[in-house]
């Protein structure tokens, strides 16, 4: 059992959640995962470890609500416990001081992808962080990542705040501007990294991923979570989360991340009658 | 003079006091609409009867054909006498896991197979009354904790929890040790509850026998991946004084054929995983599972009679078995196989797949199939199956298991730097001890052997405790813990 000691409603459908689980905190590394599975009935899904307190004994992971898992744990108070976590999953991102990265989130994947841009900032890198949304209200994270970096920029779809159009279009900015970019990271929904990857696949820019496949065990067992990266099936799980963007298969991942779309929706209505049941905890 | 009806240890073999007897099952039509368990069970009147059967022979074959040496001669004389309980304890002595083996263990080609009965009628159901004796013991509520001996002070550290795992757990435990078993998944039991589905072995026997070692005193850790969680190594430098690997071979074998990665192909292991270990045939339960119309399953063992029975039981309405050699070469359980075709499972034999067939969205609509003909022997011994020229065809189907075979966990060798594995990826094990090529490291089961049987990986974790305590001891001397109760 694990407890939940803290939690955090960041938007409508975005909550970050602190957990006691000392041993994953004391061990986990920037682009790590958990898996958690809520209750007895409850399915086993990867969650990215968004941080981790070593001497607390804690680690929080930011999500958002999408299926009916995520929607359950967002009901789960300061007090209530989860049933099963496991991990820390996956390798941990490769980090050391490559020179210039960017580091490009989209939403969630800003929440996601800050630990791995914290470790390469604490690495020495020069870190160009991106982050995007739809509009200003939107705009999430902004004042974690300025932390954590040289250089902020911000992209709205409506310009409310930043650059008035995509995160690609800030990036394809850099690159002509003649910036020398060693490393670019990206987290976010398969359509973002797919779009970054494309933008420094003809630069040759290294560009990594994480990728966030359906997953059961997690642990190498099921091959749930099959990505086609340069050609070659590896498992998500034990060989990834994180991947050569210039190498994955994105329409593949994004027509596997649908399998289960219907079965979803059905969930989705079951799930309706517990929404009164959200419960929220201020900082 | 010899006489033909005679055996060499005297036994006349002309006449037979009774036919085998057939353990009652669950009728077929029945039971593809549930997951209970197919065959019911001996009464103690049928155990009887047939255990009256066994001639006693005394130089046992049977003995012999068992890869744990049961002594099945005695603990079928004590049903013959009606003591099941003490049968138990018997069986016990070998194996820890009576119900579970009684059950799976492939006793066809083992302990029956050279059973003295079968050279003239047919062999004694050694299995069947394993099973009996397990589930008397089981229901009745007749297990008994053996006197533990004082803490020995030593600390031995368990990696999984399927069958070589609880078996060397249970037998260091007996030895007085403190034994900590540590399982990646939320479920202490492995294969035996992610793989094997509850109408072949029931759940509950399993959680029962893991019980039993909780009672003994072992601890089990759950949601534990050691490699990542805690290394080896980590484990040796933190108070445990031996590590014993058995994270047995979990790893899905693809085949390497186009539109393997379509939505609706599944490995059998994941397949099994959502029904069997999530209990995704539940609806009370979140886990989800593709319920299709027609499956063709890929493989020809256990595994793939496994995944094709679970899913008519999911209610597919055709269940296709695809095996590119013929039925003699097929290595699933004659039982498996012989309950599957009941059910409805249709075979496809001397067929191969080439090529898994998609639609727009991404989803499976056919599976392209070649047909073979045996020709030479190949190193397996079995004729190797050869395409036979322009004979593609199209099986109609929305879904495919891939069930051609699983290989070694690659975790802890991935973590453990002073574990030696061969080209496989199996770790380099003495065969006898379980020793590995780093010292205080010893593995067990299929992560050595390969995927093999419950049996064999049982009787590994049996072997390498004893080793492990003659390792422990003389390792240092040793110590009775603080706070332990000297009797």
Same mark, same amino acid.
């Given at each position: ?283 | ?226 490699? #990542? &969680? +805690? ?11 031996? !590590?014993? $690997?058995?994270?047995?071979?979990? %790893? ?118 070649? #047909? &073979? +003909? ?11 199956? !050869?395409? $036979?020229?322009?004979?593609?065809? %199209? ?93």
């Amino acid at each position: 059992m694990f407890k939940i000691v803290a939690k955090e409603k960041l938007s409508d459908v975005i909550y970050r959640t602190v957990v006691e689980a000392p041993k994953i905190a004391r061990k986990r590394k920037a682009g790590q995962f958990v898996v958690v599975k809520i209750d007895e009935q409850g399915e086993r899904i990867p969650l990215t470890i968004s941080d981790a307190d070593p001497e607390a004994g804690t680690i929080s992971i930011v999500f958002q609500t999408v299926g009916y898992t995520t929607k359950q744990l967002s009901t789960l108070k300061v007090g209530d416990h989860i049933l099963d976590i496991a991990g820390p999953m996956g390798h941990p991102t490769p980090v050391k001081n490559y020179g210039t990265v960017v580091s490009i989130g989209g939403g969630l994947g800003t929440a996601l992808g800050r630990p791995i841009t914290e470790a390469l900032y604490k690495a020495g890198n020069h870190v160009i962080a991106i982050i995007s949304a739809r509009n200003k209200s939107l705009v999430m994270f902004e004042e974690e990542m300025r932390k954590i970096s040289h250089e902020l920029l911000i992209a709205t779809d409506d310009g409310s705040a930043g650059f008035k159009g995509f995160p690609t279009q800030l990036l394809q900015k850099l690159i002509d501007e003649g910036r020398k970019i060693d490393l670019v990271v990206c987290v976010g929904p398969v359509p973002l990294m797919a779009a970054v990857s494309k933008v420094t696949k003809p630069y040759s820019i290294k560009t990594i991923v994480s990728l966030n496949p359906i997953m059961v065990d997690a642990t190498g067992m099921c091959g749930a979570c099959r990505v086609t990266v340069g050609g070659v099936t590896r498992f998500g799980c034990v060989d990834g989360p994180e991947f050569d963007g210039h190498q994955v298969d994105y329409d593949e991942l994004m027509k596997r991340l649908k399998t289960y779309t219907e079965r979803e929706q059905e969930m989705n209505q079951r799930f309706a009658p517990h929404e009164a049941g959200f419960q929220e905890v201020k900082r | 003079m010899k006489d033909p009806t005679m055996c060499k240890e005297g036994h006349n073999l002309k006449k037979q006091k009774a036919p085998r007897q057939r353990m009652p099952e669950q009728d077929h039509h029945q039971r593809i609409k549930n997951f209970s368990e197919v065959p019911q069970g001996y009464t103690p009147e049928l155990a009887r009867l047939e255990a009256s059967r066994c001639l006693q022979c005394k130089k046992p074959l049977c003995r012999a054909g068992c890869p744990v040496g049961i002594d099945i001669p005695a603990f079928i004389k004590l049903i013959a006498e009606g003591d099941y309980a003490g049968s138990a304890r018997k069986l016990k002595e070998y194996n820890s896991l009576p119900a579970v083996c009684g059950r799976v263990c492939p006793q066809e080609d083992q302990c029956e197979k050279v059973c003295i009965v079968a050279k003239k009628f047919t062999s004694v159901a050694v299995g069947n009354l394993e099973r009996f004796a397990a589930d008397y013991e089981r229901t009745n509520g007749a297990i008994s904790i053996p006197e533990l001996p004082e803490p020995s002070g030593y600390k031995v550290a368990v990696v999984g929890s399927g069958p070589a795992g609880l078996s060397a757990a249970g037998e260091l435990v007996k030895k007085g040790h403190e034994v900590v078993i540590f399982e990646a998944l939320h479920k202490a039991g492995g294969v035996l509850v992610y793989g094997i589905p509850e109408f072949r072995l029931p759940k509950a026997i399993v959680e029962s026998e893991i019980e039993y070692l909780k009672k003994l005193g072992v601890k089990i850790e759950l949601n534990s991946v050691i490699g #990542k &969680m +805690e290394t080896v190594d980590e484990l040796l430098g933190n108070g445990f004084d031996a !590590v014993f $690997v058995a994270t047995g071979a979990g %790893l899905p074998l693809f085949m390497g054929i186009p539109g393997e990665n379509l939505c609706g192909v599944y490995s059998a292991n994941e397949y099994l995983t959502r029904v069997n270990l999530m209990k995704a045939y539940d609806n009370g339960h979140v886990t989800p599972i593709l319920k299709k119309k027609r499956i063709a399953v890929i493989g020809g063992g256990n595994v793939a009679m496994d995944a094709a029975r679970t899913a008519l039981r999911m209610g597919t309405e055709e269940v296709y078995i695809v095996y590119r050699r013929s039925r003699t070469e097929m290595p699933a359980r004659i039982e498996e196989v012989k309950h599957g075709e009941e059910e409805g499972l249709q075979f496809h034999l001397l067929t191969n797949p080439v090529r898994i067939l998609g639609d727009e969205k991404g989803w499976v609509k056919a599976l392209e199939c070649t #047909k &073979m +003909e045996l020709g030479e022997p190949d190193a397996s011994g079995r004729r190797r199956p !050869v395409p $036979v020229p322009n004979s593609e065809f %199209l099986l109609d189907v929305d879904c495919v298991i891939i069930a051609i075979g699983t290989s070694a966990h690659p975790l802890i060798p991935m973590t453990t730097p002073g574990v030696k594995v061969n080209p496989k990826g199996n770790i380099i094990a003495d065969e006898k001890n379980g020793q590995t090529t780093q010292e205080g490291v010893f593995a067990g089961g299929d992560i050595v052997t390969g995927a093999a049987t419950v049996i064999l990986a049982m009787g590994a974790g049996k072997q390498a405790a004893q080793a492990i305590d003659e390792y422990v001891r003389k390792k240092r001397p040793a110590r009775t813990p603080a706070g332990s109760r000297r009797l």
